[in-house]
C-alpha cells in the first residue's frame, strides 16, 4: 500500500497502470461489496491490515484480468468479506476466470476448488481434481498424501 494514496486512488493507480478506462461505477460497486465506500477518502496508511487486504483484492478485481492469483487472500479480512470474497470467487469461476489461491486455510476454500496442488515442506507432492477425490475435503486429502494423520 502507497501510504499517502486514498484507498480510491489506490485503484484508479492500478487500473491507469494497466491502461484499463476509469469506472466509477465499477469502482464503487466493489467498495460496496468489500464496505469501503465510506472508507475510499482514507489514505494508505491510515489503514488496518484487513482494510489493506481488502484495497489490494478490491484493485485486483478492478483490472478484470483473465487470471488472478491471491496468496492467503482471507488473512485479515472480517467473515463479511471472507463471505463476499468466496462469492466473487464463484463467480470469477462461472465467468471462466482462472483463480489461483495459494494459503494454508483449507476450510476457507472448500468450497471452491476444482483442481488442487499440495505442497509439503516447499515441495509439490500431488495435483488432484475435486471430481475424483469424492467425499474427501481438503483437509483429508492432505494430510493423507503427507502421512501426517496422526488420529
Known sequence: ????????????????AYDKPVNDEMIDKLFDRFDLLDKQDKMGNELSKG???KVSICCALAVDPKVLIFDEPMVGLDPKAIKELKSIILELKEAGKI??????MLEMVESLWDQVILMDKGKMIGSYDKESMGAMDLEELFFKKTGDDHE
Do not use: A, D, G, N
Open 99 to 104: 483463480v489461483l489461491i495459494s494459503t494454508h
Open 1 to 16: 500500500m502507497f501510504p499517502l494514496l486514498t484507498v480510491r486512488e489506490h485503484v484508479i493507480y492500478f487500473l491507469k
Open 51 to 53: 482494510m489493506m487486504q
